[in-house]
């Protein structure tokens, strides 16, 4: 059974950092790309970054890119994202997903999400 | 980026009665090889979302067969032959044409009447 379980989440002032993990299971990690997403209950839910199966590839949605940075460490079924220069509309729920092996956008299977709230 | 439009965005439903959720696109969602590359996923009440249907019209590993994905270009739907209670939630429709710019609807949220 495909498992993903976050962690790292919780308060955090404007202008902080915070680095969020996926712990993964159930499947061979080192094989399938990754995304983050997160969701607000004013935005829904909007796509945040991406990583191929090796991390030799990512991409950034443009309200992040230049303060988030994704990563993974294959070796222990983690995946990554150090969130830095935080501000207030990124607080969210944060989804660790596993990709689809056939369509590697498709958002395969979820986490249970971890809170990040950005406030003073 | 490619806007996502669906409809309606409150659906209550009789049980054993069936269901349809349209879904439009600002600019198509087919590629060259033919595929749409438009997906169904529903957030059950308290849950992370779950795939349903990918590229338009397959379903997802474990998806009952009373849900299926229909339409091509700009116009999809989504369809339940006969609603449960397990099948309440919010269904969100995602177009992942235009990448990293995947984007989604802004949510059908399904209710037993």
């Known amino acids: 059974e495909v498992q993903l379980v976050e962690s790292g989440g919780g308060l955090v002032q404007p202008g902080g950092s915070l680095r969020l993990s996926c712990a993964a299971s159930g499947f061979t990690f080192s094989t399938y790309w990754m995304h983050w997403v997160r969701q607000t209950a004013g935005k829904g839910l909007v796509w945040v970054s991406r990583?191929?199966?090796?991390?030799?590839?990512?991409t950034y949605a443009d309200s992040v890119k230049g303060r988030f940075t994704i990563s993974r460490d294959n070796a222990k079924n983690t995946l990554y994202l150090q969130m830095n220069s935080l501000r207030a509309e990124d607080t969210a729920v944060y989804y660790c997903?596993?990709?689809?092996?056939?369509?590697?956008?498709?958002?395969?299977?979820w986490g249970q999400g971890t809170l990040v709230t950005v406030s003073s | 980026d490619i806007v996502m439009t669906q409809s309606p965005l409150s659906l209550p439903v009789t049980p054993g009665e069936p269901a349809s959720i349209s879904c439009r696109s600002s600019q198509s969602l087919l590629h060259s090889n033919g595929k749409n590359y438009l997906d169904w996923y529903l957030q059950k009440p308290g849950q992370s979302p779950q795939l349903l249907i990918y590229l338009g019209s397959n379903r997802a590993s474990g998806v009952p067969d009373r849900f299926s994905g229909s339409g091509s270009g700009r116009v999809f739907t989504l369809r339940i032959s006969r609603v449960g209670a397990e099948d309440v939630g919010v269904y969100y429709c995602?177009?992942?044409?235009?990448?990293?710019?995947?984007?989604f609807g802004q949510g059908t949220r399904l209710e037993i009447k």
């Open positions: 990583i191929d199966d090796d991390g030799g590839s990512t």
């Open positions: 997903v596993r990709a689809q092996k056939s369509s590697r956008w498709t958002l395969g299977s």
């Open positions: 995602m177009q992942s044409l235009q990448t990293p710019s995947i984007t």
